[in-house]
């Protein structure tokens, strides 16, 4: 919902967030900021993920949405306090009209968050899972997990092709894991 600071000042919807933009990489600030002061809700989701580095896999914490956190506050008697804070680069706004986002949404990612609102992105593959390759010369093609080779980040795979099965082995990033029971792909790979 987009309203403009008059529409906001007249009825705000007590049931909305505001989307607020935040400093590249300071999301987190930001959030432990605002929650300094008591009558402002803050929620500000991120995701911890493995990633490959020169010493190895480390893990990571980062946004889930880079440069975005939300807010649920009285707009006439804390905006100003709000886009002081570290942290806060101002308010989402297309012209004149601030975003404004219904409660059900922010409710339905809550969902899916832990307490501490990270979500933990997890690239475990097991036997038996149906996954599809990403990267190389098979890519786009389905095939099953039938091993984990733990030690080089690797997985054994059968593949369909040509009529034929074939295994092969790739790296564990190479491969992405299906949902069980839909049809969409897992995010979390």
Known sequence: MLLTVSEISRHQPTDSWFCLRAQPKRE??????????????????????????????????????????FARFDYQTFHRQIRGRPGVSGFVQFGERIALLPDALISEIRNHNGTDEIVEISRALEPGQEVEIT??????????????????????????????????????EHVLRFSSGTKGRDQGR
Do not use: D
């Open 135 to 172: 990267e190389g010369p098979f890519q786009g093609l389905k095939a099953l997990v039938t091993r984990i080779i733990n030690a080089r980040e690797r997985v054994e795979i059968l593949i369909e092709w040509m009529g034929r099965t074939l295994r092969a082995e790739v790296h564990e």
């Open 28 to 69: 987190h600030i930001a959030a432990a900021c605002l929650r300094q002061i008591s009558e402002v809700e803050v929620f500000c989701p991120r995701v911890r993920f493995r990633k490959p580095t020169n010493r190895g896999p480390v893990w990571f914490i980062e946004s889930m949405f880079p440069g975005y956190l």
